[in-house]
């Protein structure tokens, strides 16, 4: 069991908006970056938000972040069938001193 | 441009030790506030974080393996070993050798390479 929690799916139409929520405790997300990472079927992880809200390049402004207290928010505007995948988010834990990442959460697109 | 390529055995039999070398290129691990991980992945499950070392050898590794769990960098030949004890079944897992940089956050990722633990 993830000590970050996130819903184990989510869904929405093609379009439409969607949010993932990953909540921690005070010892992790409060105090660290969030960063979260999308994941298709056979490959690895890709960074998707760093710094709670920030995009590498080449990522699309239809994702974002942000964090609030001890929990945080991946947003997906104009939903395309090809954001079907796997999302995770990390952070550090300060107490545990530990990489730590949420159970993830698989979208689909209906 | 940075790349992260992960290598060992696929099948290792129980309580045996494994050893994953990751081989990396575009970056250097002497540079400030680098460091190289290892993440595992158990078929159709989470992320789970494993360890890393840093650019000036300090070493951080997950609380619940730390006890069977070693790294080691090998500056000069750009490579990073992850060694793990007494493998079981439960262990297997596709492990990722990734980059982090001065922020926390794994920005680059090797392939992967799946570990079978079976008899």
């Known amino acids: 069991q993830s000590v970050l929690t996130q819903p184990p799916s989510v869904s929405a139409a093609p379009g439409q908006k969607v949010t993932i929520p990953c909540s921690g405790s005070s010892s992790n997300i409060e105090k660290n970056y969030v960063s979260w990472y999308q994941q298709f079927p056979g490959t690895a992880p890709k960074l998707l938000i760093f710094d709670d809200n920030e995009r590498p390049s080449g990522i699309p402004d239809r994702f974002s972040g942000s964090k609030s207290g001890t929990s945080a928010t991946l947003g997906i505007t104009g939903l395309q069938t090809g954001d079907e995948a796997d999302y995770y988010c990390?952070?550090?834990?300060?107490?545990?001193?530990?990489?730590?990442f949420g159970g993830g959460t698989k979208l689909t697109v209906l | 441009q940075i790349t992260l390529k992960e290598s060992g055995p696929t099948l290792v039999k129980p309580t045996q030790t494994l050893t994953l070398t990751c081989t990396f290129s575009g970056f250097s691990l002497r540079s400030n506030g680098v460091s190289v991980g290892w993440i595992r992945q158990p078929p159709g499950r989470a992320l789970e974080w494993l360890a890393l070392v840093y650019w000036d050898n300090d070493k951080r590794y997950s609380p619940s393996l730390k006890n069977r769990l070693t790294i080691t960098k090998d500056t000069s030949k750009n490579q990073v070993v992850l060694m793990m004890t007494n493998m079981d079944p439960v262990d297997t897992a596709t492990y990722y050798c990734?980059?982090?940089?001065?922020?926390?956050?794994?920005?680059?990722w090797g392939q992967g390479t799946l570990v079978t633990v079976s008899s």
């Open positions: 990390g952070t550090w834990d300060t107490s545990l001193r530990a990489v730590l």
């Open positions: 990734v980059h982090r940089g001065v922020t926390p956050f794994f920005d680059y």
